[in-house]
């Protein structure tokens, strides 16, 4: 599991990074990807994708909240549980936030495009 969640966040940041520091042609092209995402049945699946890992995340953030209380001493096996719980929902946590950040990144780009447009018509 968490192979796969640092998997997902090495691959988001780099979506991220070739957003905002990448060419103007690359970034289109990304763009464009998002967009047929967005369009088709992207949306449908994502959707509940991001409403289950929502889920077992604060799932994840009360278990290891009920094994650790004020009152008792943890002993190895729990610390272990304890440990790898709060890795996986750390993982999971970076993961939602940084989907949201690339939707919202999106929108913004695709939003500044007609402004571009026009400015390109003017200037011609």
């Given at each position: 599991m968490q192979l796969f969640l640092s998997l997902l966040?090495?691959?988001?940041?780099?979506?991220?990074?070739?957003?905002?520091?990448?060419?103007?042609?690359?970034?289109e092209l990304i763009t464009m990807m998002l967009d047929k995402i967005v369009e088709g049945k992207g949306g449908a699946i994502s959707l509940p994708v991001v409403a289950t890992l929502t889920v077992v995340f604060i799932s994840m953030v009360y278990d290891a909240k009920g094994i650790w209380t004020e009152d008792v001493v943890l002993n190895a096996a729990d610390e272990v549980l304890m440990v790898n719980l709060v890795l996986k929902a750390t993982l999971m946590g970076f993961a939602l936030y940084l989907a949201l950040?690339?939707?919202?990144?999106?929108?913004y780009i695709k939003g500044s495009r007609p402004w571009e447009a026009a400015k390109e018509k003017k200037s011609i």
């Open positions: 966040l090495l691959s988001e940041m780099t979506l991220l990074f070739a957003l905002v520091f990448s060419s103007s042609k690359l970034r950040i690339t939707y919202g990144f999106h929108k």
